[in-house]
């Protein structure tokens, strides 16, 4: 009942009012990126959603334009590729912030598996295998608190399992104020 119903009405809430709550920062940031580098502000990629459908995620580009489009923790040196602003915003994950969007639209959750690149095709296909990709990805999630970019894909995967057969409102709740712990301590980050 939870993950088919309520769990979007939390989203929704817990969105809209992080959206007013930290309308200051999407402002300041955006200003940031462009006062250090040329491009964008924002940094739109395919991602992998729901029964595996495809959907342009939304983040604050924290990379020059010549990153190569995959996986942080695929890079050799992911740290030559990021910018100083894009320095600050991974470590506090401020530049996810704008996936409160994604979640609005409905490609995404607050908590979830994290969405995997298009071109993470074992990933994918693991997901797929235990039936991970039937529920939507999420802006934090289980496998986030526990290594984040540090870890293989198959502990991903093994997470991301966990959490599906654990979903609910006490358990949701418990990995966002983990998440938060997390972000604090900047753990997990690699770049």
Partial sequence: MYNNFFKRIFDIIVSVLAIIILSPIFIAIPIMIKLESQGPVFFKQRRIGKDAEEFLILKYRSMRIDT???ATDKLTHPEQYVTKVGKFLRKTSLDEIPQLFNIIKGDMSIVGPRPALFNQY????????VKVNSIKPGLTGYAQ??????????????????YLNK????YDVKLIMKTFISVVKSEGVKG
């Fill in 68 to 70: 190569p489009n995959v």
């Fill in 122 to 129: 074992n990933l994918i296909e693991e997901r797929e295998k």
């Fill in 145 to 162: 608190v526990k290594g984040r970019d540090l870890i293989s894909d198959e502990e991903k995967v093994a997470y991301d399992l966990f």
């Fill in 167 to 170: 979903i609910s409102f006490i």
